[in-house]
């Protein structure tokens, strides 16, 4: 028999997020199998999952933090989806610290949010401290846009998903999670693919 024949292809670990109209933020982890969550601890459904991160109540630079984790964590989810052990992360966490000592400091910007585009390159969004409305893009080993406002990237990302349904069959909007969620400010939050429980 092989291992696949039961394999759904959303089992695994998987990272999940909550939020609560704006009372609290937070991350979660948890196994599917079957293509049911898992409750791995004997205790009741709720229960099933792991709070790797929360905030409440959130402020700003908090849905920022709450992407940057959840960029780590489905890594690693998908490092342990792949047959990878605890051992040999720490061991390449403990390699990488030798170079990479510190976060890449960026004064002036909090970050907004990162994801993977329809090119398959991985983006990252930061928005300008000063309430500006200014963004920066940097699309890692393409190119950095400086030039664009909230108003422009929000702009984008409604043409881009336009052209997604118009190839693809129309999905439930709930499968992308909440529609109306912002990002602590009052302005839309411009959240990339986004795994929702």
Same mark, same amino acid.
């Given at each position: 028999? +092989?291992?696949?024949?039961?394999?759904?292809?959303?089992? $695994?670990?998987?990272?999940?997020?909550?939020? %609560?109209?704006? *009372?609290?933020?937070?991350?979660? /982890?948890?196994?599917?199998?079957?293509?049911? *969550?898992?409750?791995?601890?004997?205790?009741?459904?709720?229960? !099933?999952?792991? =709070?790797?991160?929360?905030?409440?109540?959130?402020?700003?630079d908090d849905y920022g933090a709450r992407q940057r /984790?959840? @960029?780590?964590?489905?890594? &690693?989810?998908?490092? @342990?989806?792949?047959?990878?052990?605890?051992?040999? @992360?720490? #061991?390449?966490?403990?390699? %990488?610290?030798?170079? !990479?000592?510190?976060?890449?400091? &960026?004064?002036?910007?909090?970050? %907004?949010? $990162?994801?993977?585009?329809? =090119?398959?390159?991985?983006?990252? /969004?930061?928005? !300008?401290?000063? +309430?500006?409305g200014r963004v920066v893009r940097w699309v890692e080993g393409e190119? &950095?846009?400086?030039? *664009?406002?909230?108003?422009?990237?929000?702009? #984008? %990302?409604?043409?881009?998903?336009? #052209?997604?349904?118009?190839?693809?069959? /129309?999905?439930?909007?709930?499968?992308?999670?909440?529609?109306?969620?912002?990002? $602590?400010?009052? *302005?839309? !939050? @411009?959240?990339?693919?986004?795994? =929702?429980?």
């Amino acid at each position: 028999m +092989n291992s696949f024949d039961d394999l759904f292809p959303d089992d $695994g670990f998987r990272v999940i997020r909550h939020d %609560m109209d704006g *009372l609290e933020i937070s991350l979660h /982890v948890g196994l599917y199998v079957g293509g049911e *969550l898992q409750n791995v601890f004997d205790s009741a459904p709720e229960d !099933a999952t792991v =709070e790797i991160w929360s905030r409440s109540p959130p402020q700003h630079d908090d849905y920022g933090a709450r992407q940057r /984790v959840r @960029l780590v964590a489905e890594a &690693i989810c998908r490092f @342990l989806n792949a047959g990878g052990t605890w051992d040999e @992360l720490l #061991e390449v966490q403990n390699r %990488m610290q030798l170079v !990479a000592q510190g976060p890449i400091s &960026i004064d002036g910007w909090r970050y %907004m949010d $990162g994801y993977v585009d329809t =090119e398959g390159n991985f983006t990252h /969004v930061f928005l !300008a401290d000063d +309430n500006s409305g200014r963004v920066v893009r940097w699309v890692e080993g393409e190119f &950095i846009d400086t030039d *664009l406002t909230l108003h422009d990237l929000a702009a #984008e %990302m409604e043409e881009d998903d336009q #052209e997604v349904h118009s190839q693809q069959e /129309v999905r439930d909007p709930s499968d992308f999670g909440p529609q109306s969620e912002t990002d $602590g400010t009052g *302005l839309p !939050a @411009l959240l990339g693919p986004d795994t =929702e429980g």
